[in-house]
């Protein structure tokens, strides 16, 4: 994608060490020398977020603040991952406290977070709605106010840029799960945002569609947060944070956070006890 950041590059992000405010604000701070220029990237910034579903507290008391270029998310079945990347876009409204992504409320602001935040969902059945992959791909484009002719023109791009013209008229029910998936991702990078949320966008494609995914989001100008079980997927992430039970577990780099979470999984793997395997 030919997106270019607006803001300047100052600075590439270096180990980064976790601080507990008196607020209990996780706070990435950067450890290499920090210049007055602003940082490439996205901030982000949640301020005491709760979210009650049905009489259930799934993200309790969530606060951080950090700018992010590639975020990692990991964290146990049922941790609130999903939940957060729906929270985050904008998709549903917190039970209270404040969440600001690049600036912008995405719940209030619904034209700036289409313009600046795209999400993957884990399940791409949650995602598409039309018939064709033309149509689906289009829709996204429409919503940003682009006439029907060009956004189908900007559509048509990005299925070629994915060797994927032959999908055009192709019915996205045909598809297979990973195809889906890909197409939804396709969705996304054709309206180009600051920001894309990726809710385990590897799971079901084959190895060399992850490849060329992998191979293309490395790519990829703005910023990612990354949603996955599997830590070689976010290997050379500058940051990682871990969720539990809807709470910051820990937010730091990537060779910091990963020994500890891994530990923490392996010790609970050994364990006997499948109920708390289950969350
Ligand atoms: N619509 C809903 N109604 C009831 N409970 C919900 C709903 N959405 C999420 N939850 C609950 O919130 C918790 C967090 O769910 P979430 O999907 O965010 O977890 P996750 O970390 O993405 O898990 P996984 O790794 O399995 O994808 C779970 O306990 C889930 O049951
Ligand atoms: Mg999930």
Known sequence: M??????????????????????????????????????????????????????????????????????????????????LSRLLSGLIETSSGRIEVAGIDPFKDRKGALREIGLLFQNPEHQIIFPTVLEEITFGLRQLGQKKKAAEHNALQVLNNFGKAHWENVHTSTLSQGQKHLVCLMAIVAMKPNLIILDEPF?????????????????????????SHDPEDLHGYEQLLWLEGGEVAALGSYDEVLPRYLSEMDTLGDSDDISDLAG
């Open 2 to 83: 030919n997106k270019t950041l607006t803001k300047p590059i100052t600075q590439e992000i270096e180990p980064t060490i976790l601080t507990r405010t008196s607020t209990n604000v996780a706070t990435v701070t950067n450890t290499s020398t920090v210049t007055n220029a602003p940082t490439l990237g996205c901030s982000l910034r949640l301020d005491d977020v709760c979210l009650e579903i049905e009489g259930k507290q799934v993200i309790n008391k969530l606060s951080l603040s950090t700018d992010i270029k590639r975020l990692g998310v990991i964290g146990r079945n049922g941790s609130g991952k999903s939940t």
């Open 203 to 227: 799971a079901g494609l084959d190895i060399p569609t992850k490849k060329q995914l992998r191979r293309y989001l490395d790519k990829f100008s703005g910023s990612l947060i990354h949603i």
